[in-house]
Nanobody
Framework: QAQVQESGGGLVQAGGSLRLSCTTS????????MAWFRQAPGKEREGVSC????????YYTDSVKGRFTISRDNAKDTVYLQMNSLKPEDTALYYC??????????????????????WGQGTQVTVSS
């Protein structure tokens, strides 16, 4: 059974940085696109970023472009989210998810959580002002 585990969240001041990591087991990592979503209290889960199986194609929601960078290491079955210039509005529970195929657009828009198959439990990111 596939498992997804996030780590790296924490409390940081506005303007600071964090790097999230996500490891998987029970699946062939480089068969899957990988994505990060987040959910703030009282809000819907939203797509933050996605990376194709090879790392060649990456996608970002507008609010994080230029601040966040997604990357992956297929030898370590790990995907990362480097978050710089953090803002209080980035505060949320961040989830990692596996795509149902190798491309972020496999099965639909990468912004749609339904396009992703396996999810972690999330890691909390809190940005203080």
């Amino acid at each position: 059974q596939a498992q997804v585990q996030e780590s790296g969240g924490g409390l940081v001041q506005a303007g600071g940085s964090l790097r999230l990591s996500c490891t998987t087991s029970g699946l062939t990592f480089d068969d899957h696109a990988m994505a990060w979503f987040r959910q703030a209290p009282g809000k819907e889960r939203e797509g933050v970023s996605c990376i194709s199986w090879s790392g060649v194609s990456t996608y970002y929601t507008d609010s994080v472009k230029g601040r966040f960078t997604i990357s992956r290491d297929n030898a370590k079955d790990t995907v990362y989210l480097q978050m710089n210039s953090l803002k209080p509005e980035d505060t949320a529970l961040y989830y990692c998810a596996t795509g149902k195929g190798p491309a972020c657009t496999f099965g639909g828009s990468w912004l749609d959580p339904g396009v992703f198959g396996h999810w972690g439990q999330g890691t909390q990111v809190t940005v203080s002002s």
